[in-house]
C-alpha cells in the first residue's frame, strides 16, 4: 500500500516544497536537513506497509495469524506421539524403554501376551517411519526378541501456518456447531491420528450417523486407531447418550477407509541398456507417489479415479523409459472408479 513512498520520492516531494530560488542541490542546507528526516519517513512508511500485512489474517505471520485465529476458537494442532505395536518374546514391565537407531519408545500399556503399546518419545511424522528390531535401554532378564510391527496411531507434526489459515477461512465460510456437518469433521479431524472423514447421515435410520476415516499417513486406520476415535466421538456401549463428542440421540458409527489393491500391467520400450529389474524400483515409487496424492485428496472427493493416463506420465519420467502402451489397471484397458469409501493400494506393477 506505501510501497511508493520510498526515501527518493518523499525527499522529492519535501524539496519541492521549498521555495524556487533556494538551493535544493546533494550537500546544500536545506537538501542535507530534509534528507535524515526523509530516510526516517521512509523506514516508517515500510514498517507501516508490514504492519498491515500482519493485521490481516490472508498476509499474517504465523505468530500474528495464531492470535487471530484463537479469536475464532481456532488453535494450532500440536505435534502428536506415533504409537506402535511392540511384540516380545515375553511380557515386559509397563514403563520400560527401547531405542531404534535416533528415536526412543516407551512401552505405555499391554495388549496381549507379549504385546504391548509402545508410544514414540519424540513428537512428529518422523516417530512412524522406523520399525523392526529394538534395544532396550536398560537390561530385561530373558528378553530375547524386541520388535515395532505395526503402527496404530501415527505421530502428526505441528500444524503448519498454511493449514491453519485454511482452517481459519473454513471457520468463516462454514460455522461448526451443535453436530451440523462442519462440526463432525472439525472434531473428529481434531483427534490425534486422523487425516480426513467422511460423513453419512441416516445411514441406518434416524439419529445415526456414520463417519469413514483415513489416518493421518492417509493410508488405511488401524483397528486400535478407528476404536479409539468411536470411543472419542460415541461409545458404543452408550451410543446415542451423547457421553462423547457426539450430541445426545445421535448415535455414530465410526469406520476405517478401505484399501483397493490396484494392479498394473504396460508394455514398456526400455533405454539401451535398461530392463525391467533397472526401473522396477523406481516405477513402484511413482504409482505410490500417485495413490498417495489420491488418498490425500479423499477426503473432499465424491469417489476417486485412478487413472491410466496418470500412471503413464508418472512412469514415462523415470529413468530408462522410452515409451508405454497398453496400460491396464486390474486388466482392463481403461480407468477405474474406486468405491466412495476407498483408497487405491498397489498390487502387482508389470512391464
Known amino acids: 500500500m506505501y510501497e511508493h513512498l520510498t526515501y527518493e520520492f ?3 516531494r519535501m ?48 505468530e ?7 479469536e475464532r476458537g481456532v488453535r494450532p494442532d500440536e505435534a502428536t506421539c506415533a504409537v506402535w505395536k511392540g511384540e516380545f518374546n515375553m511380557d515386559i514391565p509397563q514403563g520400560s524403554r527401547f531405542s531404534l537407531d535416533d528415536l526412543n519408545f516407551i512401552a505405555e500399556s499391554r495388549m496381549d501376551q507379549g504385546v504391548c503399546r509402545m508410544r514414540c518419545e519424540t513428537a512428529g511424522r518422523i516417530g512412524n517411519t522406523l ?3 529394538m534395544i532396550p535401554v536398560d537390561y530385561i532378564d530373558g528378553l530375547t526378541r524386541a520388535e515395532l510391527t505395526e503402527l496404530l496411531i501415527p505421530g502428526e507434526d505441528e500444524e503448519s501456518t498454511e493449514s491453519l489459515r485454511q482452517r481459519y477461512f473454513d471457520s468463516l465460510d462454514s460455522q461448526a456447531f451443535g453436530g451440523n456437518r462442519a462440526d463432525y469433521r472439525a472434531k ?25 476415516i483415513i489416518n493421518s499417513e492417509f493410508t488405511g486406520p488401524s483397528p486400535e486407531l478407528t476404536a479409539q476415535v468411536q470411543e472419542a466421538i460415541d461409545p458404543q456401549e452408550d451410543q446415542g447418550d451423547g457421553l462423547g463428542l457426539a450430541p445426545m440421540f445421535h ?11 490396484i494392479s498394473v500391467a504396460a508394455a514398456v520400450t526400455y533405454q539401451e541398456g535398461w530392463s525391467w529389474e533397472d526401473v522396477r524400483e523406481y516405477a513402484e515409487k511413482a504409482v505410490d507417489s500417485y495413490f498417495a496424492e489420491l488418498a490425500a485428496s479423499w477426503q473432499d472427493s465424491a469417489a476417486l479415479v485412478v487413472r491410466i493416463s496418470q500412471i503413464e506420465t508418472r512412469l514415462l519420467n523415470i529413468p530408462g523409459v522410452l515409451d508405454i502402451t497398453g496400460t491396464t489397471i486390474n486388466g ?20
Open 10 to 12: 518523499i525527499l522529492k
Open 15 to 62: 524539496l519541492s516544497r521549498a521555495p524556487a530560488d533556494v538551493d535544493k542541490r546533494e550537500g546544500s542546507i536545506i537538501y542535507d536537513a530534509l534528507a535524515p528526516a526523509a530516510a526516517e519517513l521512509a523506514r516508517a512508511f515500510s514498517e507501516l506497509d508490514a504492519l498491515l500485512d500482519e493485521t490481516f489474517a490472508d498476509t499474517a505471520g504465523r
Open 64 to 70: 500474528n495469524l495464531i492470535r487471530r485465529a484463537a
Open 131 to 133: 520399525s523392526g528390531s
Open 188 to 212: 473428529i479431524n481434531d483427534l490425534p491420528g486422523v487425516g480426513g472423514v467422511k460423513l453419512y447421515r441416516a445411514w441406518n435410520g434416524g439419529g445415526t450417523v456414520r463417519a469413514v
Open 251 to 261: 448415535c455414530v458409527t465410526v469406520e476405517g477407509v478401505g484399501e483397493t489393491e
Open 332 to 351: 482392463a484397458e481403461e480407468n477405474l472408479v474406486l468405491d466412495p469409501d476407498c483408497i487405491p493400494k498397489r498390487g502387482g506393477l508389470l512391464g
